[in-house]
């Protein structure tokens, strides 16, 4: 697949979708921008940015890297209360 040509959804279903863990270089590059992008504007409005299914997917994928960070976990909450549909669409569903 030409980079280019690769979105943030189909390069999260390539990582995941890696048997053996090794994720090509072009799939991580459109990940770390997607998320980079993604944590900008979360941190832009901290108080406010609610998250879009697509792009609360993408922040659970890297859910461990914003661990002990109080803005992300405001962030993960304001998705879930704002969330209009059933947990079993989200990839890991609603943490309990």
């Given at each position: ?9 189909k ?36 108080a ?10 993408l ?9 002990n960070i109080?803005?992300a976990?405001h ?22």
């Amino acid at each position: 697949m030409n980079p280019s040509q690769l979105t943030p959804a189909k390069a999260l279903e390539i990582a995941r979708n890696s048997e053996d863990g090794s994720v090509p270089p072009s799939v991580t590059a459109v990940l770390e921008r997607a998320i980079g992008e993604l944590w900008q504007r979360i941190q832009t409005q901290p108080a406010t940015y609610v998250m879009s299914k697509e792009e609360f997917v993408l922040f659970n994928y890297y859910r461990s890297r914003f661990a002990n960070i109080p803005t992300a976990q405001h962030a993960i909450a304001r998705f879930w209360n704002n969330f209009q549909g059933s947990s079993h669409e989200i990839d890991g569903g609603r943490p309990s």
